[in-house]
């Protein structure tokens, strides 16, 4: 059971952190956690070089988060809301599975099994909605062979950290258990 993380938060003690932190102490089998900040990948440039070739143009390590998500049992997406979003930086990060959606038309093997997602959100207002984050999420998913099977969020940080967070923190823990599932 493999599970891929991506960090969409800047801040290594932020809130978003703490909440994947919780989910990983309830998971059972190995993951791989990617910070997207921390990695320097370029953006898709939209190239269309994977529409005719089996990989990407941009030469960077992308390769290997290809390999891993295609072994992947689950996917997590985990982010701050920015303007109701996914941050930028994820976002950009995720321009880069294009390849397997150019790939999807030709074969499955491509994106490997079929897997759970799990979408774990903060945000600092009151008045925030996971709405658009839940569906950006729920696009990348499709594109990953992955679908969506619970969003955990915490959405009051300003007020109320994600750590002190009881009901985020139960239904973060709540996700993983499914994870852990066959
Ligand atoms: C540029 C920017 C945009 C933000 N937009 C929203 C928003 O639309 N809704 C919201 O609830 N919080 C918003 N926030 C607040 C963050 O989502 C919130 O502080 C979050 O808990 C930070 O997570 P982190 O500590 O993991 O980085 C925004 C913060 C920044 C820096």
Redesign the pocket.
């Known amino acids: 059971m493999k599970t891929f993380i991506l960090n969409g938060?800047?801040?290594y003690h932020?809130?978003?952190?703490d909440l994947l932190d919780h989910f990983i102490s309830y998971l059972s089998e190995e993951y791989k956690l990617i910070r997207v900040y921390d990695s320097n990948l370029m953006p898709c440039m939209d190239c269309r070089y994977c529409q005719t070739h089996d990989g990407c143009a941009i030469p960077d390590e992308m390769k290997f988060y290809y390999r891993d998500v295609i072994e992947a049992d689950n996917i997590v997406l985990a982010s701050?809301?920015?303007?109701?979003?996914l941050t930028g930086a994820l976002l950009n990060f995720c321009s880069r599975f294009q390849y397997f959606y150019q790939r999807r038309a030709t074969s499955s093997l491509y994106q490997g099994k079929k897997k759970k997602g799990f979408l774990l959100l903060?945000?600092?207002?009151s008045?925030?909605s996971v709405h658009h984050a839940e569906e950006t999420a729920k696009l990348i998913f499709s594109m990953l062979h992955a679908e969506l099977v619970g969003t955990a969020y915490?959405?009051s940080?300003?007020t109320l950290p994600?750590k002190e967070d009881a009901f985020a923190l139960e239904s973060v823990k709540a996700l993983a258990l499914e994870a852990n599932k066959d």
Not at 14 to 17: I, M, S
Request: hydrophobic share 20%.
């Open positions: 938060s800047p801040r932020g809130n978003t952190a701050p809301l920015y303007f109701d979003e903060t945000g600092g207002g008045s925030s915490s959405l940080t300003d994600a």
